[in-house]
């Protein structure tokens, strides 16, 4: 390979690697999605099996009005059963993987203890340029605590805008919002006949978290979306997939079998062992989502450090 120019260096230009090798790999997707969407069946092809057996069998016994719930959570229980624990151990994967180092107990440990010793230093009066460096740095790491919202910040602050929160105007709509949003995701788990169930209800439940995330500050949700209370929500709801599951073997003769008793079509207990299901499945689904996103947010460890600062550092460490 050849060297860079020193154009290239000076505009941070990286030389292109193969990009026939691209296009061609490109064009071959698009080829195979073009055959695809052209083979695709029109209005009068006939149903098939799965298809036709829900049209048929999905009033008479599971008393819902609605095939793709009685498909999802029904006649294929168990490939829904699968892709949710997918989803559980992809969780757990990120778990692993962004999880910072816990605190250990039993014992003052040195961060404790040198945060104390700093407390009695403050209150009896400290240089005011040392606070003020340990105020910036603080706030760098991302550990200064600012006033709740910006209408608590006195005016002529200087910049940047320490508050968690954000403005009335957006705290506000939000509040508005968060009730509308959250009617929706429980009429999709709720409503036996209508599309929907756990996994969308699930994603409205990560969306209303996130909405007050943003509008209102971290300090606000961390009760609720503290690792310890989160993991204990979602390993009940994949406990209650489980035995839904499971009770249809002693109940129906079959794992996954419809044991729940049918109430008539169209109200919220008809389908079932469906809705069983798909409540048990908005636990499992938007718990499991709001913590992989919230420690893929609180990750600070970097798996990919920078040879060169490794070296500064190491230099750094040899000097002193």
Do not use: C, N
């Not at 050849?2 to 064009?27: D, F, I, K, V, Y």
């Not at 299901?277 to 970097?302: K, P, T």
Request: net charge negative; hydrophobic share 45%.
């Amino acid at each position: 390979m050849s060297e860079p120019t020193p154009e290239r260096e000076l505009h941070g230009l990286e030389p292109t690697h193969r990009p026939w090798l691209g296009a061609l790999a490109a064009g071959g997707v698009l080829a195979g999605l073009v055959v695809a969407f052209a083979d695709l069946p029109d209005e009068t092809a006939p149903l098939p099996a799965i298809a036709r057996r829900a049209m048929v069998e999905t009033l008479p016994r599971f008393k819902s009005t609605e095939p793709v719930s009685a498909v999802v959570y029904g006649f294929r229980a168990m490939d829904t059963f699968g892709e949710t624990f997918l989803l559980l151990a992809a969780v757990v994967s990120v778990v692993v993987l962004a999880r910072t180092r816990e605190p250990r107990h039993g014992f003052v440990g040195e961060e404790r203890a040198g945060a104390e010793e700093q407390r009695r230093v403050d209150r009896g009066g400290s240089d005011e340029g040392a606070r003020t460096a340990r105020e910036a740095e603080a706030e760098e790491e991302g550990r200064a605590e600012g006033p709740a919202t910006p209408d608590d910040e006195p005016l002529a602050t200087p910049a940047p805008e320490r508050a968690e929160a954000m403005t009335v105007v957006t705290r506000t709509a939000v509040r508005v919002v968060l009730p509308l949003l959250a009617v929706a995701g429980l009429y999709l788990v709720s409503q036996g006949y209508s599309p929907g169930g756990g996994f969308p209800a699930g994603a409205v439940v990560l969306g209303l978290v996130l909405l007050a995330y943003t509008a209102f500050g971290y300090r606000r949700i961390a009760p609720v979306v503290r690792p310890v209370v989160m993991e204990a929500v979602e390993t009940v709801g994949a406990l209650a997939i489980i035995a839904a599951l499971l009770l249809g073997i002693p109940f129906a003769g079959s794992f996954a079998a419809s044991w729940v008793p049918l109430a008539p079509e169209q109200t919220l207990r008809s389908g079932g062992i469906l809705q069983v299901f798909s409540v048990s499945e908005l636990v499992e689904v938007g718990s499991g989502l709001v913590i992989v996103v919230f420690a893929l947010l609180g990750m600070r460890h970097d798996w990919a450090p920078d040879p060169e600062s490794d070296l500064e550092h190491a230099d750094g460490e040899d000097d002193r």
